[in-house]
Structures are given as structure tokens and as C-alpha cells.
């Protein structure tokens, strides 16, 4: 497992001085509330990747692949007990992850991914941390206006709620996309719910007629844009590319290539589409997919802590002593370059497998999971 290799996205406070701000030509009435649902504050990595979902063993693979057949991922997710993983590949490696589904026989599919080391979790107890996998990883499917399943995703939650949260950090106060209204929508919903937020798919006009679309094109307005269905940066598009370069600076913050995490609120927003809820094949229950968005970004560490501290005392809960890496055991082969505490987590979560099924989950060997057990548990 490697951590993704997301130019680190600059957010300048105050970044808007200067810029022609335009005021908002009428006042849009907002839901009132807060978004309730799940959100996590800490280091994250955010951008467009591809991705491909598989459960086959990529090392057993790599073995017997030749060298250009080899599947070299820039992050892996485990997916549930980790018999299911997710490969993303950059931008800029679409080649590599098509060659890989087909190697495969999968497919490929373009979305915005935001993912976070599930241990450096700010806003998240020991105990609530032991039911996640080693990473916080949720995603959203990149379209264009013309998807009928898939638009609103992209286009009608994380980037309208990411570009507010970029804007207010850097200097725009105002800027807001209230998202409480997504708070109650468990399996149950009927259709005339679901186009209330986010339109009717089939219909010619359904992107635009709905109650989403009618805060995002707001935002846009005060960033300076007058067409809410501009998705693209500047010079990018002649058809879908803003001409506002407040919004175009707020846009970059989703598709710029990041190295290095920020410190952010993320939340999963559960997706009101139709289409969007599916039957466990363990459990037998059904569950609705989430979409993430960045609602809010943090200068540094200390102020992401503060906010994380006071969200665990609305709840009553405290985060307890992760547990010691002195005189740890060697990490595994392939995860010397991942934190401790990201392999820790990753183990953790497969406590209840034999060491040589969990040892097949991670990449690692059987002698290294029964090593750090050991050192974990005594």
C-alpha cells in the first residue's frame, strides 16, 4: 500500500483582495442547519483519479505478470474485511489504469477522491476508529452536464460545497452551500424527493430545476459568475469554463495535483439519487452510497485540532492514546513509507482473520503480522 502522490493547492487568506466580487443581485433563502451526517477533520488528500475495484491479490498477480503487466496503483483502499480493494491511479496515469482493468477484466471509472489515514483522525475516538479500514476514502463520479445518472454528484454536491469552503478560508465569509437538508435521507426515498434536490434525470432542464442547483448558482454569482452551469477553470473549456477568476481560483482547489495533505473538514453527504442504494452481500441489508465534499479547510494542525476537540465534546467523548510504536517491529516489505500508525490501523481492522488471511489483505507476510500482533497486544 503507498499513500497517494497527490503541487500542494495554496489556499491564500485574503486571496480575494482585489477581485471584482460581485453582489448578489437577490437574496436566495438557504436551508437552515447544520450537515449532521458523517465528517471527519484532518490530514487529507483530495483530487481526480481513476480507479479500479477488484478482489483479486495484486501481489500474487505481480508475481506471475511480466514487468509491463506489472500493477503499480498510487493508493490502494481496503474495502470492508479487505477482501475487496480500490486502485487509484493520478491523472496523469489513465494509460496505467486502463492496462490494469484489463489485466483485470474490470473498468476504469474517473472520479474526485478524498481520502484520509483513518488514525490521524482528528474527530474520531480509538474505538470509533477500530470499525473504519486503514483509510477514510470516499469519492464522487467526475461528469460532464450531459450524465443523467451521475451529474449531481460532482456538480451538484463536492464541488459546489468545496468551492464555498475554499472561499470562505480564503477571505469570502459569505460564500456558503448548506447541505442539512441531505441530513434525514436514510434508503427510503421517493422520486419526487430526489429531483426536489437534484433534479429529474430525464428531463432537459433537470440539472438546473432543483433546489441544489439553485445555492450553487448563488455561489457562483458572488464569486463573480453569472452561469451556475460553468464547471471548468479558466481557459479550460470554451463552453463550460467560468471567466471568474475567484471562482476559477476556488475550482482549482479539487483538481489541483496535491502532495502533501491539508487539514480539512470532509464529509460523506449521503447521495439522493435513485440509483444509489445497493444490498450488502454479507449482511443482506441495504445501504446508501455517500459523496464527499471538503466543508471546511484548517490553516494548520492546531486549528484543526480545536475545531475536532470541540465537536468530540458536543458529543460527550474524548480520543483516547493511540497505541506505542517503541521498539516496534520492522514495518512490512512495500509499507516503509507509510506511517506507523496507518499499517497499525490497517491490522487492526482485520483483528478477527488468521494471520495468513490478514497477512494476504495487506500485502504482508505471515511472520510480519503475527510480529506486530505481538508487539501490539503482548
Known amino acids: 500500500m503507498t499513500e497517494p ?53 495484486i501481489n500474487d498477480l505481480n508475481s506471475m505478470n511480466a514487468p509491463e503487466d506489472q500493477i503499480k496503483a498510487d493508493h490502494i483502499s481496503l474495502m470492508g474485511a479487505g477482501e475487496w480493494k480500490q486502485l487509484y491511479w493520478k491523472v496523469g496515469r489513465k494509460a496505467d489504469a486502463d492496462h ?76 456558503e452551500f448548506n447541505l442539512s ?63 471568474s477568476a475567484a471562482l476559477s481560483a476556488c475550482m482549482e482547489k479539487l483538481t489541483a495535483d496535491w502532495k502533501a495533505p491539508l487539514f480539512c473538514k470532509v464529509a460523506w453527504v449521503p447521495n439522493p439519487s435513485m440509483n444509489a442504494v445497493h444490498t450488502s452481500n454479507s449482511s443482506g441489508k441495504d445501504w446508501r452510497e455517500t459523496v464527499p465534499a471538503i466543508v471546511e479547510f484548517y490553516p494548520n494542525e492546531a486549528a484543526a485540532k480545536a475545531a475536532a476537540d470541540e465537536e468530540l465534546a458536543e458529543r460527550g467523548e474524548t480520543t483516547t492514546t493511540a497505541p506505542t510504536t517503541s521498539n516496534m517491529p520492522a514495518m512490512p516489505a512495500g509499507w516503509e513509507s507509510v506511517d506507523p500508525d496507518v499499517w497499525i490501523s490497517s491490522l487492526n481492522d482485520l483483528n478477527a482473520q488468521p494471520p495468513a488471511q490478514a497477512a494476504a489483505a495487506l500485502g504482508a507476510t505471515v511472520p510480519d503480522v503475527i510480529a506486530w500482533r505481538t508487539h501490539l497486544n503482548g
Not at 470499525?131 to 476514502?137: E, M, R, W
Not at 467526475?142 to 464555498?164: D, M, N
Not at 432543483?210 to 451556475?228: I, M, S, V, Y
Open 5 to 57: 502522490t497527490l503541487t500542494v493547492p495554496t489556499l491564500n487568506l485574503n486571496a480575494f483582495d482585489g477581485m471584482n466580487i460581485a453582489p448578489q443581485e437577490e437574496a436566495v433563502l438557504l436551508p437552515e442547519g447544520e450537515f449532521r451526517g458523517s465528517t471527519f477533520i484532518g490530514p487529507a488528500f483530495a483530487g481526480p483519479m481513476y480507479m479500479v475495484s477488484t478482489d483479486q491479490n
Open 100 to 175: 490494469a482493468a484489463k489485466l483485470l477484466d474490470r473498468w476504469s471509472t474517473f472520479l474526485w477522491v478524498v481520502t484520509m489515514p483513518t488514525a490521524k483522525c482528528l474527530s474520531l475516538t480509538d474505538e470509533q476508529k477500530s470499525k473504519f479500514g486503514p483509510d477514510l476514502t470516499s469519492s464522487a463520479r467526475i461528469t460532464g452536464l450531459g450524465s443523467k445518472k451521475y451529474r449531481h454528484e460532482f456538480l451538484l454536491i463536492s464541488q459546489p460545497a468545496t468551492v464555498a469552503a475554499a472561499a470562505r478560508f480564503m477571505g469570502l465569509k459569505t460564500a
Open 181 to 243: 437538508e441531505l441530513n434525514q435521507i436514510g434508503i427510503e426515498l421517493t422520486d419526487e424527493q430526489s429531483q426536489a434536490l437534484i433534479g429529474n434525470p430525464d428531463d432537459k432542464d433537470g440539472f438546473t430545476n432543483n433546489r441544489l442547483f439553485t445555492q450553487r448558482e448563488a455561489l457562483w454569482k458572488l464569486l463573480g459568475e453569472p452561469d451556475g452551469r460553468k464547471f471548468q477553470t479558466i481557459g479550460l473549456s470554451a463552453k463550460h469554463s467560468t471567466t
